[in-house]
């Protein structure tokens, strides 16, 4: 049974705790393009996370479908810990990467195929991210349930593989791999560890993080409409950009207040 989703006006206040931030990218810190290589994140929202996570001692983290090389991109010239390709690869606060790789002949064989699937569906485009697949159909709507069954029928062949659903797109991952998973290692180390959990995301792939947020006694916070595991809600993508600077200054205003106590 999926949780009620509370609305905005019943976020807690994140004041005087120690708190770990994660947020996934498109449909939460960006407003969702026609095509990925579109999207931006304004720079006012990334001089927030920049400081959000000066103030946290670098507890914050991108959790995405995206590559950590992308994110990186995104965000610059913030420099975050970063789940990429929903966990698949990850870099830690040290710059450590760890990443789960598919077989490569599993890959070569599956981009092959793929690509000459897709070629002939006009407006559907594949993303290769070197240890997972997505499929796009955001401009070719007509297509949905056949990228669908080209992915299934993938995971079908290739028993190492796990099909993730997304808005507009299926994506395709080594299996055990997931959002959850990956904070869940990033709240076993240093800077997160002993920390509460904080996830903003909006897909069905954040499901997951959400799940692994609530079960460590975190905030999760769903972005959009749709039923969800989340047990809050913001409305839009500007209302997380409007939230974020809400935070900021109750994290600066708590840290004056500390250091005026002491």
Known sequence: MTPAVHEI?????????LFAFFFDVDGTLATIQPQPEMVAIPASVRQHLQQLSNLNHGALALVSGRPIAQLDDLVAPLEASAAGVHGAERRDASGRIHRHSLPADVAQ??????QET?????????????????????????????????????VARFPGLALQPGKCVVELKPQGID????????????PFAGRIPV????????????????????ISVKVGEGSSYARYRLSSVDAVWSWLEQLL??????????ESRL
Do not use: C
């Open 118 to 154: 897709l070629d002939q569906w006009p407006g559907t485009q594949l993303e290769a991210k070197g240890m997972a697949f997505a499929l796009h159909y955001r401009q070719a709507m007509t297509y949905e349930q056949a990228v669908i069954k080209l992915a299934q029928d993938a």
């Open 109 to 114: 064989t599956l981009q092959r195929e793929l």
């Open 179 to 190: 959002k959850g998973a990956a904070i869940r290692e990033f709240m076993r180390e240093a």
């Open 199 to 218: 996830f903003v995301g909006d897909d069905l792939t954040d499901e997951q993080g959400f799940l692994a947020v609530n079960a460590l006694g975190g």
């Open 249 to 258: 200054l109750q994290s600066k205003h708590d840290n004056v207040g500390k």
């Open 9 to 17: 006006s019943t976020l807690p206040s994140l004041s005087g705790g």
